[in-house]
């Protein structure tokens, strides 16, 4: 199995269609497409634009309304030195990996890192939320808003980020993930190539969702968690068994 983790360090289609073919010469036979964590969402999901609108490119737009702040010497994605750092797969290009891949035994699997490592995703729907409440759509833009304005909670991931944990106690987080899924699921159909596995990632942040409003309502209600440090295998199972429906 080879990882690629474009997330951090975007390559283009055509560098990853030459390393299919390396890894067919090698006999290795499952590749770890890592298409989404803190620093990029590298994915076309066309029901949710933002997340190729805003979340695959780095400049310094401070509001991050047009882009995701450069980090670790990441550099603006708009200048040529750095713009690797910047870009995302289309339908189209995805299709094209999986088909390519398959036509040599190597198994693409897809992975979008989850609850931890989704500052990408946050940043992205939170702009789809500033966008639709300026147009007077509240309701759309609450659907797949992935902040709970409420959450008090303070910590800091191992990169520094204070804001990249999805709230497994929201309900706009499964129907993110279920839409995300749903598309994916639709371009591998599309493709004739089976999504037969995905990798959630699993990540978790400590001291993530414990003022959160909505997590404490939940522990409260439900009899089989009691303590914050089950949400992440909570949000975990719901998650498996969306993908194994």
Not at 83 to 100: A, F, P, R
Request: aromatic residues 8%.
């Amino acid at each position: 199995c080879l990882n690629i983790d474009v997330s951090r360090n975007f390559r283009s289609k055509d560098f990853i269609l030459k390393t299919i073919d390396q890894m067919s010469y090698y006999k290795l036979n499952k590749l770890h497409l890592h298409l989404a964590d803190d620093e990029g969402w590298r994915l076309q999901i066309t029901s949710l634009p933002e997340l190729t609108d805003v979340g695959p490119f780095r400049c310094f737009d401070e509001s991050e309304q047009q882009c995701l702040m450069p980090q670790l010497a990441g550099g603006n994605g708009e200048l040529t030195t750095t713009q690797n750092n910047s870009g995302y797969y289309s339908i189209d290009d995805y299709i094209e990996i999986l088909q390519y891949a398959d036509a040599r035994q190597i198994e693409v699997l897809p992975s979008l890192d989850m609850p931890g490592h989704s500052r990408a995703a946050i940043v992205s729907m939170k702009a789809r939320y500033t966008r639709l409440m300026s147009e007077g759509k509240p309701d759309q833009a609450t659907q797949f808003f992935l902040t709970e304005i409420e959450d008090k909670s303070e910590y800091r991931s191992i990169q520094h980020y204070n804001d990249n944990t999805l709230n497994p106690c929201i309900p706009a987080t499964y129907t993110f993930v279920e839409e995300v899924l749903k598309q994916l699921n639709n371009m591998h159909n599309a493709a004739d190539v089976p999504l037969k596995h995905y990798h959630i990632g699993a990540d978790e942040t400590a001291g993530a969702w414990t003022e959160s409003p909505a997590c404490a309502a939940l522990l409260a209600e439900n009899d089989d968690i009691s303590e914050i440090k089950q949400l992440g295998p909570y949000f975990i199972e719901k998650v498996a068994n969306k993908v194994s429906e």
